[in-house]
């Protein structure tokens, strides 16, 4: 079985989060698949960037749901960067895309451009929240989708199955082999994240993972980790 490799946020270690910098840099390192983060702007855009803030990320300050996307445009997200939209990812690469939204209004959104695009091969939704995975379920007949969770137990299992996902993605902190073994029975496939150190990297691999989210893309060129 592929060990797949997914660029967090493109390669967030050596470059701007959720960039198309940042995600062109994904591509040419041969990650396999990159993750991204959406979000609405007050106009209804789909943002791509982590927090419901722009604080952390860019020069401005306030929450993405009360700017527009211009206003979002005129933000400099690191080294010039500007905050793309979703579509404008969709044409700066062509690798596979792990897109995690945050609630069910951008699941809807999300669910127009995949319809609008035929994205279901290309594109797998994750979230943290079951309704937005069971939502963009019901709008994109056939879509792969992946419940994303940090404090967990056994439980996170059941919760996926309910769903209909097809994946966890996990926080390799919280995992244990009871809950990979009640994954596998399930007949899901396991991500783990954030994998940034050997050590971490002998984890995933002793578990025998189907794949781990980086921010360093030296996981695919050389199995190597920067710490």
Known sequence: M????????????VEPENTLRSFVAAQRAGLDLIELDLHLSKD??????????????????GPIAEKTLAELRALDAGRGERVPVFEEVLEAVRA???????????????AEVMRARD?????????????ALTEIARLVP???????ASRYGTEVVDRAFAAGAA?????????TLEIVEHARASGLRILGWVVNTQEHL??????????????????????????
């Open 2 to 13: 592929n060990f797949l490799t997914i660029g967090h946020r493109g390669v967030m270690g």
């Open 202 to 227: 002998r984890l995933v691999r002793a578990l025998e993972l189907d794949g781990a989210t980086t921010d360093y893309p030296e996981i695919k060129r050389t199995g190597r980790f920067t710490a």
């Open 142 to 148: 056939g879509v792969r989708t992946a419940l994303v």
């Open 167 to 175: 994946t966890v993605c996990l926080n390799i902190r919280r995992l």
């Open 119 to 131: 994205l279901t091969t290309r594109v797998e939704v994750s979230s943290f929240h079951d309704e």
């Open 96 to 110: 596979p895309l792990q897109a995690e939204i945050k609630d069910v209004a951008a699941a809807r959104a999300l």
């Open 44 to 61: 209804g855009a789909l943002v791509v960037m982590h927090d419901a803030e722009v604080d952390r990320t860019t020069d401005g300050s």
